[in-house]
């Protein structure tokens, strides 16, 4: 009995000694399964900082490009031990919605423990934005009829070259008030689905907001249009960043215009045959508090103006504008006529926009609101 | 006489030692049996995790609009570009009824089906018993679902919650032993707070 005892004991510990081992076995893959969830995560935070961190590098130096993969500084998280990031900066092309876009490419690849994660930013190459008041290639809250007389009027989407871009453009009037176009404006655009129609008069009624209320609150000042404290682009413009500019007399403007241009009129005053020189570019201001500072007859030497035009008040238009135009006065011309500016067009672009506003989007520190962001793939 | 009781005296030790041993391997068994189901239904959670994860994080990737399309208790449908390849993609995520899942043991799981582009639904978490989303607005509070019906205010959407729980398909003893999870996903693509 003694050795039969024996040999049950000897058989039930070998068997107890295989389940246990079975045991073991499946509480390893328990735990191996969260490490390797948790590794996963820990390389996620860790691609996604150094994302962050690498996009505040590209705000402050927008031509910065990185062709081969570089390390990470090892000691950018160093409360989180060992661990691996490698990335790359190149330029690129990236197609969205059937529309290609020149963009920087951002890859970011961490790896922790076993676990490994990649990061992808495609970022517009253009680091300014599209203010929310652009609505329309022109953007007013007064009637407008008499402003833009017959000119041609396009809000669809435009490259820095005049190349059309499909459905992502804007209204190509957006107004506060009833629209009329009495005479004979080709008026083209996006609606709000993104569907394009092309210049004709009469224009399509798609193409023209009218009567919107922005909240009852349309900006009554260029930093507000713009989104940004009163007195930023006044300081940027003294700053003479970019090539900017401030002014109280036109006579004094330095050509050509770049960056943001600031004219403050005196209440009531008119410049009167406004010439912007040759290939004006940018942030046009001509405002003062009291919302009267008049433009008449507007012109350039050669070529068009690109950028954006935040005025008070405009008439006679003769000159060409990629970008947009936004008026701020709600009195704006009803009775003088403006003819033959038939030739002359304003065609919305957003490129031309961000162009204009990376002088005032670079303004700050970190990347979010300065380095626009096409997508993020994690 | 002596050696009689050594013999009944050993024949109770080892009657014994065989029933402790038994009772200890049956205990064993069921130890083990309790650790896979709870491994099965950890690694269906995390499988799961994975998976929303996987997608909820390129919602709106590389699209135009705004890409929440439903925002519902039980489902959400989004546009994002999964394959990356220029073309946006429909994502459903929908929780089925119980009463799908009749034949399992487990009376109270449910499907959660998955379809990209209007294509096969398939049942993506076995053993699912609970699941809902959540979703919170730019100021971080959470969006009441009656408001979510508006485009309007799904464009506020910023952060995604899924709450879910998976327990095996087949009960020990019957006893289900639930695996919960708590996971808040913030779509980078979303836009800014």
């Known amino acids: ?149 017959d000119m041609q009027i396009d809000g669809r989407d435009h490259d820095w070259n005049w190349k059309y871009l499909p459905g992502s453009g804007v209204f190509g009037v957006s107004s506060g008030t009833s629209f009329s176009n009495s005479k004979n404006a080709r008026i083209g655009g996006t609606d709000a689905n993104g569907v394009d129609y092309p210049l004709n008069f009469p224009e399509h009624p798609n193409v023209v907001e009218q009567n919107y209320k922005w909240g009852g609150n349309f900006p009554d000042s260029p930093d507000k249009a713009l989104g940004y404290p009163e007195g930023t682009l006044k300081s940027i413009a003294q700053s003479g960043k970019e090539g900017s500019q401030y ?34 570019e940018g942030i046009l201001v001509v405002h003062n508090s009291s919302l009267n500072a008049k433009v008449d007859n507007i012109h350039t030497k050669k070529s068009a103006f690109k950028g954006i035009i935040l005025a008070d008040y405009m008439f006679h238009l003769h000159l060409d504008v990629l970008g947009a135009v936004v008026l701020l006065s709600p009195k704006l011309e009803t009775k003088k006529e403006c003819k033959g500016n038939e030739d002359h067009k304003v065609f919305y672009s957003s490129e031309a926009i961000k162009r204009a506003t990376k002088v005032v989007a670079s303004q700050g520190s970190g990347w979010r609101g300065r380095v626009p962001i096409f997508g993020w793939r994690e | 006489m002596n050696t009689s009781l050594d013999n009944i005296s050993s024949m109770i030790i080892g009657g014994l030692i065989v029933l402790t041993v038994l009772t200890l391997n049956a205990n064993i068994t069921t130890s083990a049996f309790e650790r896979t189901r709870d491994l099965v239904s950890q690694e269906a959670a995390v499988n799961l995790t994975k998976l929303l994860e996987h997608d909820l994080y390129k919602l709106g990737y590389r699209t135009s609009g705004v890409p929440l399309l439903r925002a519902e208790s039980l489902a959400v449908k989004f546009a994002a570009d999964l394959a990356d390849d220029g073309t946006p993609d429909t994502i459903l995520y929908r929780v089925g009824t119980a009463d799908i899942l009749a034949g399992t043991t487990n009376p109270r799981d449910i499907p959660l089906y998955r379809s990209i582009n209007r294509g096969d639904s398939i049942n993506v978490a076995p053993g699912l018993v609970r699941f809902f989303f959540s979703y919170i607005d730019t100021s971080g509070n959470v969006m009441r679902y009656d408001s979510l019906k508006s485009e309007a205010y799904r464009q506020v959407v910023r952060l995604i919650t899924v709450r879910f729980t998976v327990e095996p398909s087949d009960p020990l003893d019957s006893l289900f032993i639930p695996v919960t999870v708590t996971k808040t996903v913030r779509p980078k693509n979303l836009g800014e707070w």
Do not use: C
Not at chain 1, 97 to 116: D, H, M, Q
């Open chain 1, 1 to 149: 009995m003694g050795k039969g005892s024996l040999i049950i004991v000897l058989g039930a510990s070998m068997v107890l000694s295989v389940m246990n081992l079975q045991l073991n076995k499946s509480s390893e893959r328990a735990v191996e399964n969260m490490v390797g969830y948790y590794n996963s995560s820990i390389a996620r935070d860790i691609a996604n900082q150094s994302a962050s961190y690498l996009l505040s590098q590209l705000a402050d130096s927008a031509s910065w490009r990185v062709t081969s993969p570089t390390s990470i500084p090892n000691d950018l998280f160093s409360d989180i031990g060992s661990y691996t990031a490698t990335y790359i900066i190149k330029d690129t092309v990236i197609r969205i919605n059937g529309v290609e876009r020149n963009a920087i490419k951002l890859a970011v690849t961490a790896v922790y423990g076993k676990e490994s994660h990649s990061v992808v930013v495609y970022a517009d190459r253009n680091f300014g934005y599209v203010p929310p008041v652009v609505r329309g290639a022109f953007t007013v809250v007064g009637p407008l009829d008499n402003t833009i007389s």
């Open chain 1, 247 to 280: 002014v109280t007399n036109p006579k004094d403007l330095r050509y050509p215009l770049r960056g943001v241009t600031y004219v403050e009129l005196a209440p009531g005053v008119t410049w009167k045959s406004a010439n912007l020189g040759e290939s004006p």
